[in-house]
């Protein structure tokens, strides 16, 4: 397997564009993580899913976040409209009930 | 909540010295613990893991012991190395909690010839 893929790996955007970023877990994985990681709030987590259901989203900052995952080997994280403010690293990570999660290389997201 | 607290960083040491980084958490089931690194540009990886009370993970010199009386998970190594320099994670999955994988705000490690 070639390990949790995530696109794009930088990605450049004015504020207000929509944004979308994406994430392909491992197969097999049940449970799939979004994170947001900034300088001054570290690693946080904003939502995950199991098979494929929204299990806690309480970690999405504001309205302008959403995410999907309409099946097993794929999820989105879309901002609309984007701020420069969500400039940070968004890191997608995968697991299964009983083991370690495999987190992607991330996106390194600019908002200008 | 479940919550992660560990020590701020960053943490600049000599070559060969030791390491300590604290960790403690907050959980309200019985989650198993985890020490993750991340080195630069990279996404985090795995270091240790301990799933119940006493277990000792261990890794690459790494050690962290599960100590439940004490809510804690420090991570130590005898004798850190330029090639551990990195930012690493203490976080818990929380069974109780559907699994909720959650993360410490992370130390930054500086390991100098």
């Known amino acids: 397997d070639a390990g949790v893929i995530q696109s794009p790996r930088h990605e450049v955007t004015e504020m207000g564009q929509e944004v979308t970023l994406r994430c392909k877990p491992i197969s097999g994985h049940d449970y799939l993580f979004w994170y947001r990681q900034t300088m001054m709030r570290g690693l946080e987590l904003l939502i995950y899913?199991?098979?494929?259901?929204?299990?806690?989203d309480s970690g999405m900052p504001e309205d302008r976040f959403s995410a999907k995952m309409p099946n097993a080997s794929f999820s989105t994280l879309k901002i609309q409209p984007s701020e420069p403010r969500d400039s940070a690293v968004y890191f997608c990570?995968?697991?299964?009930?009983?083991?370690?999660?495999?987190f992607g290389q991330g996106t390194r997201l600019t908002v200008v | 909540g479940d919550s992660v607290t560990q020590m701020e960083g960053p943490v600049t040491l000599s070559e060969e010295a030791f390491l300590t980084i604290n960790c403690t958490y907050t959980?309200?089931?019985?989650?198993?613990l985890f020490w993750y690194v991340q080195y630069p540009g990279e996404g985090l990886q795995l270091l240790l893991k301990a799933t119940k009370a006493d277990d000792k993970g261990s890794n690459k010199g790494f050690e962290a012991t599960y100590r439940k009386e004490t809510t804690s998970f420090h991570l130590e190594k005898g004798s850190v190395q330029v090639s551990d320099s990195a930012v690493y994670f203490c976080a818990l999955s929380d069974p109780g909690g559907y699994n909720k994988l959650i993360f410490g705000a992370g130390t930054r490690l500086a390991v100098h010839p």
């Open positions: 899913f199991n098979n494929n259901v929204p299990i806690d």
């Open positions: 959980a309200t089931g019985y989650p198993s």
């Open positions: 990570a995968s697991k299964t009930i009983a083991e370690r999660a495999f």
